[in-house]
């Protein structure tokens, strides 16, 4: 308790039976007013404290100046004036820190307490009003004004008592604090005032309160303001009083269930039994002793379980504790799988499960050579099989798996965006669990199965976190041998995993993610290949997957290439694979009608069941065009043709490029014109065509985006045709950047953009000279089929793709062109 403070409101009801023998103590009544109706006096500051009138309360003084007018009052027989300070912090007011508002206050006992302080016993005589300080040396001083209450009641004013009365009844009974001789000390007040006065100095209010309180001079507005202020407390006492008996009902619950608990397990012990707690602990213990583990893990297992011994069977982080214990127990710490090292073996699989891939085949027979002479010092590997969908990167993962006799674990990571489904969650979360990684070791049962991170380009970020940072340890093969996940909170060894993953393109993933990981690039299918697929093994599954085998159901080799050019265009076999299905259920119907259905399934009746065709094998133009030119373009399902098409009007000589083109093929544009018009003097080009004609190049398709450099000579191949004359060969297909020099750049996605034109029915096609390494990938049946022109410049392309100029009559007689009918003499050729 501060100085200048009185007691608080749970130690005043003490006082409440002492009042009338303490009336006595004081030494004065009310001071006599002078002529102008003013009292002057010793003036005492109040922290935190209001005294009412008629309140009987001690106050402890112990500032100089304060103790000073005590003894001033005391010697000089004079009453106090009393008014609260507005902060109780500042240790010396002055005027502006005290309210205007107090009470004069008679003095009763004094005594000297042991830190030097005084306690006075105080009873509150009247409301003052403060008129100004006379004096702060050596004690304050005021001039003072009594504020008279009226004493006329008004209508209300006895509701108003027994209204107020029964709501402190109410208060008294639910309050511990209060005893019950406040209510009855209330119900004997027969004023209006003394009795708000009074409840006012029970009740826990903040200071402004009741310094309002002290304020109001009109009895019945003081009592309806005490009216809402016991309602409140009212309300929180009940709310109080209603958690407390919910805490008690929990409480009583919890000591009953431990009680019987007690009483269960005492039976138990009497009849030789044991407890379900205890006999999960003994499970646990054996299961640990039986389980193979590294001794760093055995240490914190056994700790943890230490722990759950000590715990009562319902504490809350039992449940925590014994899921962490199971995860660590059911992990493959040590546990390994024999591996098949038989090379010829995994080949016989790998060729009877798959077509082609030869890259991966090679690659995994190669390790499993190695693995075979050096099994101690050969790291397992960690691939990045990235290439168009449904080139058999996922199926084949799972034929590795059964050739090396591992457990094949897959993980699909499309549109994974937290960290924590690769690293889990901390314990201290509720519901935590370890990542993803951790979740397939438990299922796999082995420490080196194969694992299969699916899509793994597809991976997001956000707040959340970064998966693909996550996955660069696990990744890592100088890392992965501890890896941390954040539920574990252990090194679990990743070493002997086999990882493969799987990624459309390379371009989404992360440069440091890329670089530890070995890419083999799968790509599309040549139409030989798709057709010996459809007939070893998508014919025949989906045959029997129908209930058709026993029918004698087979496909013709002109079906599946009816199903291969006319209903797919696609890089792998996925959608062959659809559509095959799709005549097998169309049969399966007829079969369970009892209709009579053909064995033989040939191309006719693959158009009966699938109807028209969707594309077709001739997508060149039906014949040589000006200003036309055919150009490849690499995408994620394979390779496609484009057209570039080129169109001049009477104008001013603006460009206009039109099919969603990007930055870089716009950029390419302006190159090829810019190159055009660079070598008009060669090309026999008047120079005034560039500012009478507006060119608009278009790219057919325009709602595909369209990028990349690779058909910068297809335009200057258009561009060039446009503005000699000179027709492009319709069979013939082109790609290749070109600089402003004229020179033909290297360019990707070689193999995808000759099959695509292969497939559309070309029959030249003009490569960068430098790209020429690029041909050994290409099959002989392909490099057959098609014939490879490679040029360092692009006059070069410009000879093997145009024909001679052809120009109509009226044309001739109308106006001289604005490009010539032929090459001048001695001209490179175009």
């Given amino acids: 308790m501060t100085h200048d403070d009185g007691m608080s409101f749970e130690q005043y009801p003490d006082f409440l039976d002492s009042i009338p023998d303490l009336q006595n103590e004081f030494f004065n ?37 304060s103790l000073a007018a005590v003894k001033a009052a005391v010697h000089n027989g004079e009453n106090l004036v009393v008014a609260a300070q507005k902060d109780s912090e500042v240790f010396d007011p002055g005027a502006d820190d005290i309210y205007s508002r107090g009470t004069e206050i008679s003095i009763g006992r004094t005594l000297r307490m042991p830190d030097d302080t005084s306690s006075v016993l105080a009873q509150g005589r009247r409301r003052l009003e403060i008129v100004e300080f006379t004096q702060w040396d050596p004690y304050i001083r005021v001039r003072a004004r009594r504020i008279q209450e009226p004493m006329k009641w008004q209508r209300n004013t006895e509701a108003l008592m027994r209204a107020v009365t029964t709501l402190f009844d109410k208060v008294v009974y639910l309050n511990r604090n209060l005893p019950e001789d406040a209510y009855t000390f209330a119900i004997n007040i027969d004023e209006p005032g003394w009795l708000a006065d009074f409840i006012a100095s029970t009740l826990n209010l903040p200071l402004q309160n009741r310094q309002e309180l002290l304020e109001i001079v009109d009895p019945s507005t003081r009592l309806q303001r005490i009216s809402i202020l016991l309602a409140k407390e009212l309300d929180v006492l009940e709310l109080e009083d209603q958690i407390h008996s919910q805490v008690q009902q929990e409480v009583e619950r919890s000591q009953r269930e431990h009680f019987l608990r007690e009483q269960m397990r005492v039976i138990q012990g009497e009849l030789g039994e044991k407890d379900v707690f205890s006999q999960e602990l003994h499970e646990l213990k054996d299961a640990v002793a039986k389980k193979e583990l590294p001794e760093a893990v055995r240490v914190r297992v056994e700790k943890e379980i230490s722990r759950l011994s ?152 956000d707040f959340r976190g970064d998966p693909a940072s996550a996955l660069l340890e696990v990744l890592d093969p100088e890392q992965n041998n501890s890896f941390a996940d954040h539920y574990l909170d252990l090194d679990f060894d990743l070493s002997k995993v086999m990882f493969i993953t799987t990624a459309n393109l390379l371009d989404p993933i992360p440069p440091a993610l890329q670089d530890r990981m070995e890419v083999i690039q799968f790509t599309g299918y040549l139409e030989e290949e798709k057709l010996e697929i459809a007939r070893r093994f998508l014919a025949p599954k989906q045959i029997s997957q129908h209930g058709l085998a026993e029918a004698g159901l087979r496909f013709e080799e002109d079906a599946l290439k009816a199903v291969i050019r006319q209903y797919t265009h696609e890089a792998g076999v996925r959608n062959m694979e659809r559509e095959i299905a799709n005549v097998c259920r169309k049969i399966a119907r007829a079969v369970a009608e009892e209709r009579r259905v053909g064995k033989r399934i040939t191309a006719k009746r693959v158009e009966a069941y699938l109807g028209p065709p969707r594309f077709s094998q001739e997508m060149l133009p039906e014949k040589d065009e000006v200003g036309v030119a055919t150009g490849a373009a690499w995408t994620a399902a394979g390779g496609d043709i484009l057209f570039i098409e080129v169109n001049l009007m009477p104008g001013k000589g603006n460009l206009t490029l039109t099919g969603q083109l990007g930055d870089v093929m716009q950029e390419s544009a302006q190159a090829a014109l810019s190159y055009m018009r660079s070598q008009s003097a060669v090309l026999q080009i008047d120079d005034e065509a560039f500012e009478k004609f507006d060119i608009h190049i278009h790219v057919p398709e325009g709602a595909v985006p369209k990028d990349g450099p690779s058909a910068g000579v297809t335009m200057a191949t258009a561009l060039i045709s446009a503005f ?107």
């Fill in 29 to 65: 009544l009310n001071l006599e007013e002078d002529e102008e109706g003013f009292i002057e006096c010793p003036f005492l500051p109040l922290r935190d404290i209001i005294l009412y009138p008629q309140m009987v309360m001690p106050l402890f003084v112990g500032r100089p100046r």
């Fill in 310 to 461: 000590a715990m009562p069977p319902m504490a809350p982080e039992v449940g925590i504790i014994r899921t962490y214990i199971d995860w660590i127990v059911g992990l493959p710490w040590l546990e390994s799988s024999e591996d098949n090292l038989d090379v010829t073996h995994a080949a016989e699989m790998l060729d009877g499960d798959h077509y082609g891939l030869d890259k991966a085949k090679d690659r995994i027979l190669e390790y499993i050579a190695v693995k075979k002479i050096a099994p101690d010092s050969m790291r397992s590997p960690i691939l990045c099989f990235v290439g168009p969908p449904g080139t058999g990167k996922t199926s084949i993962g799972r034929s590795i798996a059964q050739a090396l006799g591992r457990e094949f674990i897959r993980i699909s990571l499309g549109g994974v965006r937290d960290e924590a489904e690769i690293r889990g969650h901390r314990r201290t979360y509720i519901g935590a669990m370890p990542g993803r990684i951790i979740q397939a070791m438990r299922r796999a049962g082995t420490n080196n199965p194969l694992f299969m991170l699916d899509e793994i380009d597809k991976l997001g970020q």
């Fill in 724 to 830: 000699t004359g000179r027709p492009v060969k319709r069979r013939v297909g082109m790609t290749g950047e070109i600089t402003l020099r004229g020179r033909v750049l290297p360019v990707g996605g070689v193999r995808e953009k000759v099959l695509a034109a292969r497939r559309a029915g070309v029959k030249t096609f003009i490569l960068p000279k430098k790209n020429e390494s690029d041909l050994l990938e290409i099959p002989k049946k392909l490099r057959r089929d098609v014939s490879f022109v490679l040029v360092h410049r692009v006059h070069e392309a410009l000879a093997a793709a145009l024909l001679p100029a052809v120009i109509p009559p009226r044309r001739r007689q109308k106006q001289s062109p604005p490009y010539p009918a032929s090459p001048p003499a001695g001209a490179p050729p175009a």
